[in-house]
C-alpha cells in the first residue's frame, strides 16, 4: 500500500511538471518542439485511407458534438436511479475537464499545426482537450466500475481498457493532425491531474455529508 502511495506521489509530480513544460516550451515557440513536426511527418507520409477513416470516427467520439448529449443523458439516468455519487464523479470528469482545459489553453495559447490538418479544427492546441477530457472521464468510468464489482473481478480490467480507448483517442488527434504529439502527452498530464484532484474532493464532500447525517 505505501509503495502504491510513492508511487502515486511521484507520478503526480511527473505529470504537474510535464504539464509546466511542455506548456512553457510550446509558449515560446509557435511551431513543433522536441520531436513534435518528425513525428506527424511520418504518421502524415504513412497513415493509410482506411485508418484515416477509422480515426475520423473515434476523434467524433471524443467531440463535444457525441459526448457532451451522451454523457448528459446518462448523467440523466444516474440522478433518476439515485447514484448521486457516480453522477457527480461523471459530471465533474467530463464537464468539469473540458471546462479546466478550455482555461488551460486560454492561458498557454498555442497555435495548431495547421499545415499537418486533414480536417478543419479552430481554437487553441495545448493541451489536447480529446486527450484531457478522455483521461480524466475514463479513469473516472473505470474507477466506478471497479468499484462496484469490488471482489466480482479483477479491477484491473476497466482500467485498462480505458487505457486502451485514452490511447487510441490521442493518436486520432495526431492521425488527423489537428495537434502536436506534445498536446496530447500534455492533454494527458492535465487528465490524469484533474481526474485526481477532482475524485479527491467528491470523496471529502460526501464524506462529510455522510458524516453530518450520522451525527
Known sequence: ?????????????????????????????????LF?????LWISENQSPGMLAFMKVISFLGSELFLFPAVGLVIAYMLIKRYNYSACMLLSASLGSWIANHTLKQIFQRVRPEEFFKVQQGGFSYPSGHSMVSMSMFLTIAFLIARKQEGKTDPRIPYAAAILYIVIMGLSRLS????WPTDIL????GGYLYYLASARLIDQLYNKKKSKALS
Open 36 to 40: 513534435d513536426e518528425k513525428l506527424l
Open 1 to 33: 500500500m505505501q509503495k502504491m502511495k510513492n508511487a502515486r506521489k511521484i507520478l503526480i509530480i511527473f505529470s504537474f511538471a510535464i504539464l509546466i513544460y511542455l506548456g512553457l516550451l510550446s509558449g515560446w515557440d509557435n511551431k513543433g518542439i
Open 176 to 179: 488527423l493532425g489537428v495537434h
Open 186 to 189: 500534455g492533454g494527458y498530464a
